[in-house]
């Protein structure tokens, strides 16, 4: 009987030590499992804020960026305003430094000469006087400057002032030295003239302005025409009074 009582008290005891042990797993499992929650939230909470920050400085960058781009943009504009572009002038002809006075040297692929250029009264002389066929260059030019001479002579008797003789007129009402033209007065309003400019003796000009808002078109351009020729003609009355080629 004995030996049955100390039997049930060590199974007793056995079972005591395992309920303690049990509870103790328990309570730890549960103290690591808020452990765990804890750390997943605090994870989660670390993830999101970083997220935050990066978006907003993703946005910050983006607002400089977007100011940068205006500035230039501004810049741009502001060139664009004040910067003109330079009128592209007519590409002057070179001339041959060897061409003289009524002379003009050519040297082309097939043509070596000098051609001789006489202008008087609007007639027009020229001949060309080849190297080849004056066996030199030298030769050529001696040949060509006195028939230039002889042709200077020749044509004196057709010799007239550039404003005597007849040219096309290339102004836009179609009339020599008469051009409608705009002026801005001193109350800011454009007025339409016609201007006339006409030389009254060599080397000088003197011109007029007709005004096409009190005359009308038709009627200033007579009157700009009619001035211009009253001009000339008291010029070659002077000019024979003179002895000058008229």
């Not at 103790?24 to 993830?47: Q, S, T």
């Not at 999101?48 to 910050?60: D, G, W």
């Not at 006075?101 to 060309?128: A, C, P, Y």
């Amino acid at each position: 009987m004995a030996k049955k009582k100390v039997a049930k008290k060590k199974v007793a005891a056995k079972k005591s030590a395992a309920k303690k042990k049990a509870p103790a797993k328990k309570v730890v499992a549960k103290k690591k499992a808020p452990a765990k929650k804890a750390a997943k939230k605090k994870v989660v909470a670390k993830k999101k804020a970083p997220a935050k920050k990066v978006a907003a400085k993703k946005k910050a960058p983006a607002k400089k960026a977007a100011a940068k781009k205006k500035a230039p943009a501004k810049k741009a504009a502001a060139k664009k305003k004040t910067t003109r572009k330079k009128p592209v002038s007519p590409k002057t002809r070179t001339r041959n430094k060897q061409s003289v006075k009524n002379i003009k040297r050519i040297d082309s692929t097939k043509t070596h000469g000098w051609q001789v250029h006489v202008r008087r009264g609007g007639r027009l002389s020229t001949k060309l006087f080849s190297d080849r066929i004056h066996k030199g260059k030298t030769k050529a030019l001696t040949a060509a400057k006195a028939f230039r001479d002889g042709l200077i002579d020749e044509m004196a008797k057709y010799a007239k002032p550039l404003w005597r003789i007849k040219r096309t007129a290339r102004t836009n009402t179609g009339e020599i030295g008469v051009s409608q033209t705009h002026y801005t007065n001193s109350s800011g309003k454009k007025r339409k003239v016609i201007t006339v400019t006409v030389r009254s003796e060599l080397g000088k000009a003197v011109n007029r302005k007709f005004s096409v808002d009190k005359l009308g078109y038709d009627e200033a351009v007579k009157q700009a025409v009619t001035w211009r020729n009253k001009i000339l003609r008291a010029r070659l009355k002077d000019d024979k009074s003179k002895g000058l080629p008229t």
